[in-house]
Every structure is written in structure tokens, then in C-alpha cells.
């Protein structure tokens, strides 16, 4: 076969055929019901041995589109008397023998669970995804029914941090290109869900110390890892009772929220001291002081310490 593209006007006039149009649709949009799992259920239960399909639902299936409808649809369900509890399905079906798309009850074997899904890709025959499994038990007058709705979702937007769509659906997804950050709307924030790698230098300027070396800050996803310089202090002496902040200060994206971090570090002398990282909702945001210690001369060494924290 040559190769071909359609709809042009080499190809069959423009004209279209089903399958044709299942091969450019089923791609467009993805398989499922428009709306979210907080939504009504789209199958419940109903009287006897039947089923409901809710009014006003929408889905696609292979680029096909389905509605239920502006009032209820019934659905019947085959009585049991095999001696088991047996498991329908109501699948949204596309049978390409008329090329409809219906809402339906899949039969299940009785104490085999439910039913496996057709989803031929071809010309022809079937391609079903689920709305809801009935259960039936044996000489049952009425059934038991449980979700089962494959959402449609929604493709991952390109994006800026500070142009992120201001009316999301949930399971929206999207990729800060300012900040490589994917992050997914979860119904009420927009979530991270990847953060990208950075490493900084996190150095600043005080009269107080002088660091040997760089402060580096690595991240990793959500976790965050400081390796502090060596710090000399070159003015007065330090008192026991005094704090004193150190020349370094974290991005503010790399904060911890609300934690402050403490570590142990070693003092000139054979002596030991701690350390004290502020978090994002303290006055200090931040910064690094040493806050316990027995004093420090001027010439006398912080060294350098590690210090790890989830964001």
C-alpha cells in the first residue's frame, strides 16, 4: 500500500470513513467520562434487577462522542441462579459494526469476578472501558453497584510559574518551563509532583566570619542536602549566651516551610556547638546562626557540618 494521508484532496475526495477517522480521533482525545471522581456516580443502582446510567454524562471513546442524554437511562441485568454471586460490568462499548458508542451490561461468569474489558485496536469489532461493577448475588432481587469510571484527564500544559491555568480541573497536569517543576492540580492547589536538580552556591558577605571554602546547597526531587564551609570569626569575642548568624542564607524555594533544623558541630578547641537553620516562616528565613556554644575567640573555627531537609 502507498502511503497516503487524510482528509486531503488525493484522498477519497475528502471524504472520511469511519475508520479512517477513528485512526486521526482515537488520539485527540483520550478514552473516558468528562468530569471527576467527586461527580456523581454516572451507574447506580436501581430498582429490581436493574441499573441507571445518570442523565447528562459525557465521555469519548476512540474519538467518539457520547452522552446519556437529558433524562436517566435504564439498564436491565440478567437474573442468577447459577448457586454464585456473579459480577457484571456496565462498560461503555463502540461496536464498529454501526459505529455507535452505548452505554451497556457486560455479563460476567458467575464466581469468576468481573469480566475482562474487549478493547480490539482494528477495523472492526469492540472497544469498551468501564463505568461500574454490579454484583448479583445467586436468587438476588435487586444488585450492588460500585464505581468504576475511567476519568478522561487532562494532558500536561506548558507553562510558566506565574501563568499556570486559573481555572484548572482536577488531575490537570503542567510544566513550569521557568522552573521545570511539573506540578498537578488536586482540586483545591496546585501540587509538586517534580522538582527539578539544582546546586548553589549559597555564600554571603558578614564581617563577622570569613568562610574557608563554599557553602553548597544540593537538591535532589524534595530533599535538600548543606555542606557549610569552615567559618573563622574575626571580630570580638563571642559570648556563650550570644548568638551569631553565619555567612550563608538558602534560596527561599529550598526553605523548609515551618521546621528549623539543628545539627551539632565541632568548635575549635575540641569543643561543640549547634547550629541553627531557620525555616521558611520565621523572621530569620533562611539563615544559619550558631546558637549554642561556650564562647568563641576571634580566630577560632566553626567546621563544617551536613545538614539534610525535605521541602
Known amino acids: 500500500m502507498a502511503q497516503s494521508s487524510w482528509p486531503s484532496p488525493a484522498h477519497n475526495d475528502r471524504a472520511v470513513t469511519d475508520v479512517e477517522y477513528e485512526k486521526i480521533a482515537a488520539r485527540f482525545s483520550d478514552d473516558g467520562v468528562d468530569g ?6 454516572v451507574v447506580t443502582a436501581s430498582t429490581g434487577l436493574n441499573v441507571t446510567v445518570r442523565a447528562g454524562v459525557y465521555a469519548t471513546l476512540r474519538g467518539h462522542a457520547w452522552t446519556s442524554g437529558t433524562s436517566n437511562v435504564t439498564l ?27 452505554a451497556v451490561v457486560k455479563a460476567g461468569t458467575p ?16 472497544y469498551e472501558i468501564p463505568l461500574a461493577d454490579v454484583t448479583v448475588l445467586n436468587g438476588a432481587a435487586s444488585v450492588t453497584v460500585t464505581r ?9 500544559r ?11 480541573t482536577v488531575g490537570e497536569m503542567c510544566l513550569e518551563t521557568d522552573t521545570g517543576m511539573v506540578r498537578m492540580w488536586d482540586g483545591a492547589s496546585w501540587v509538586t509532583i517534580r522538582r527539578t536538580d539544582d546546586t548553589a552556591n549559597v555564600d554571603v558577605t558578614l564581617s563577622a566570619w570569613t568562610p574557608t571554602g563554599s557553602s553548597v546547597l544540593e537538591r535532589r526531587g524534595d530533599i535538600c542536602v548543606l555542606r557549610t564551609a569552615y567559618f573563622e570569626r574575626k571580630t570580638s569575642a563571642l559570648a556563650a549566651a550570644s548568638d551569631s548568624r553565619l555567612p550563608l542564607l538558602i534560596p527561599s524555594a529550598h526553605r523548609h516551610a515551618y521546621l528549623q533544623m539543628h545539627t551539632p558541630v565541632y568548635l575549635s578547641g575540641h569543643r561543640i556547638g549547634m547550629m541553627t537553620l531557620f525555616p521558611a516562616n520565621h523572621e530569620r528565613a533562611g539563615q544559619l546562626w550558631v546558637t549554642t556554644h561556650p564562647g568563641l575567640n576571634a580566630g577560632q573555627i566553626i567546621y563544617t557540618t551536613t545538614m539534610t531537609w525535605a521541602v
Not at 506548558?158 to 484548572?168: E, G, L, Q
Open 111 to 126: 464466581g469468576a469476578g468481573a469480566p475482562a474489558l474487549t478493547q480490539s485496536t482494528g477495523d472492526t469489532g469492540t
Open 158 to 168: 506548558p507553562c510558566t510559574s506565574s501563568s499556570r491555568n486559573p481555572a484548572p
Open 76 to 102: 436491565a441485568v440478567g437474573a442468577n441462579s447459577s448457586g454464585q454471586t456473579r459480577t457484571d460490568r456496565v462498560v461503555l462499548r463502540l461496536d464498529r459494526s454501526d459505529w455507535t458508542v452505548r
Open 36 to 41: 471527576k471522581p467527586s461527580d456523581a456516580a
Open 148 to 156: 468504576r469510571e475511567l476519568w478522561v484527564g487532562s494532558r500536561v
